[in-house]
């Protein structure tokens, strides 16, 4: 355990950390975390840079983002390379390393000689791929330790981490604003290119043993997807899991929605900077929602409620587009800035279930794989609900300076939220469900992470 000076300052410490021990392999998996919020400093950044500088549309900006998430989709992969291919005898630490070096190449490339559509696909894949990797690496020992937290305990360890990566968003929520007025979006690549070097540098604080009996990758991968294919088969697996991707798939209406506030609203970086900080600091107040009042709320009453208060909040961004908040008396930035908080704090206590949901349902020896396929699924059906988005998008014919259809996409996706419930029963009744196990036992000590994607987490398809 890490040393402090008193047993007060270790319980202070303990609390903090929602019960958890402060040992030098939380401290990296927290630091994983903090760097993927960190890295939302470039979030504005590359919007501004696809919209201004390429030149793309509303439709293809959408496109182009779901196709730069594919890392996500294969994240299995990442977990059966770590696993099967020991790099100097070690599987997690060199893994970490090069997730950190890629993730800097990648804002590095951004930043100097990224100049056209299918150059920045590329180049924000690799930052996805980056961020994937470490994902494998530090949510392994997020599962193994959520599969023994006592029935007080569910979900506080993957409350803190959420809420790690919502501090570090929070840090640069602003600043992601701010330094678009004063540099331009291949200034902040650069500036962002130094955080993947954390990551790298935490690879230092796993305790790690070099691999002794070495088993060949293909015979790893081969016994992975036996588990694998007699995991999903189980119907306390494949049921949530199909919910969540029908939860998750729904199209959606971001990308025209930013075009619209900037093009049509003139809301700049540093406004949008601000919102970032406050919806930030409403995704905390989601977390402890979640973390103090809802997490033993069952599965199913969650997911329902959370949906149906998502979608009648959803119908207020009508109210911006066709300009009847001013009608109100309430000016665009402050009726925006309001809307933008409700909605995030609603999207963060509906999607704290999904992390719990997903560990719950990993047996032992196979964690690491089956729950970045878990998540790999929703990270597909996130990535569907971006091209049915674009594909709406271009169907209603909204461009860069025409919105008229718009506030008929953003009801149209907002009510397609609504079409997943009655697929609730898919769920556990309870949260009270058992890790599954699986009749063969892993031959060797297999890793056990889990996953999140891009961390989209509003339910409002907006």
């Not at 709406?392 to 461009?399: A, E, K, P, R, Y």
Request: hydrophobic share 50%; glycine share 6%.
């Amino acid at each position: 355990m890490i040393g402090f000076s008193s047993p007060g300052s270790q319980s202070v410490l303990k609390k903090l950390l929602l019960g958890n021990e402060p040992t030098p392999e939380l401290l990296a998996i927290l630091l994983v975390y903090f760097v993927q919020g960190v890295l939302s400093l470039a979030r504005l950044a590359i919007s501004f840079f696809l919209k201004d500088d390429l030149g793309l549309s509303p439709a293809q900006v959408a496109a182009l983002t779901g196709v730069a998430a594919l890392p996500w989709i294969i994240k299995p992969i990442w977990g059966f390379i770590s696993d099967g291919l020991p790099i100097l005898g070690y599987r997690r630490r060199p893994y970490l390393i090069l997730s950190g070096l890629l993730g800097s190449l990648s804002w590095g490339l951004l930043a100097t000689v990224v100049d056209s559509a299918g150059a920045a696909t590329g180049a924000i894949a690799l930052s996805s791929l980056s961020v994937a990797i470490s994902d494998v690496i530090a949510d392994s020992l997020v599962v193994e330790r959520a599969r023994t937290e006592s029935t007080s305990q569910v979900g506080s360890l993957q409350s803190l981490c959420w809420a790690t990566s919502a501090t570090g968003g929070l840090i640069t929520a602003y600043l992601s604003g701010w330094l678009l007025e004063l540099f331009t979006p291949q200034q902040v690549f650069a500036i962002t290119a130094i955080f993947p070097l954390i990551v790298a540098m935490a690879a230092g604080l796993i305790a790690e043993f070099p691999v002794t009996n070495y088993t060949p990758a293909w015979q790893t991968i081969k016994h992975q997807v036996r588990q694998l294919k007699k995991a999903i088969l189980l119907p306390s697996i494949w049921k949530p899991t199909l919910f969540l991707f029908l939860w998750q798939a729904t199209p959606s209406s971001d990308s025209a929605f930013f075009f619209f506030t900037t093009n049509e609203l003139g809301f700049q970086p540093e406004f949008l900077g601000r919102v970032r900080l406050f919806t930030s600091i409403a995704g905390l107040i989601g977390i402890w929602i979640f973390q103090r009042f809802l997490k033993a709320v069952p599965f199913r009453q969650i997911f329902a409620w959370s949906t149906v208060i998502a979608v009648l909040f959803g119908f207020t961004p009508v109210i911006l587009v066709t300009h009847t908040n001013r009608l109100l008396g309430i000016g665009d930035r402050w009726f925006s800035l309001g809307d933008s908080v409700i909605l995030t704090v609603i999207g963060e206590i509906a999607f704290m279930p999904v992390l719990v949901l997903c560990a719950k349902l990993c047996p032992p020896g196979i964690e690491a794989t089956l729950f970045a396929l878990l998540m790999s699924i929703t990270n597909l059906a996130h990535v569907l609900s971006q091209e049915l988005g674009a594909l709406l998008m271009h169907s209603f014919g909204i461009t860069p300076n025409t919105f008229d259809n718009l506030a008929l996409l953003v009801t149209l996706t907002n009510l397609s939220s609504l079409l997943p419930l009655p697929f609730l029963k898919l769920l556990p009744s309870d949260n009270t469900l058992s890790t599954p196990q699986l009749a063969e036992n892993p031959s060797h000590p297999l890793p056990n992470p889990e996953d999140d994607p891009e961390k989209t987490h509003s339910l409002v398809k907006v």
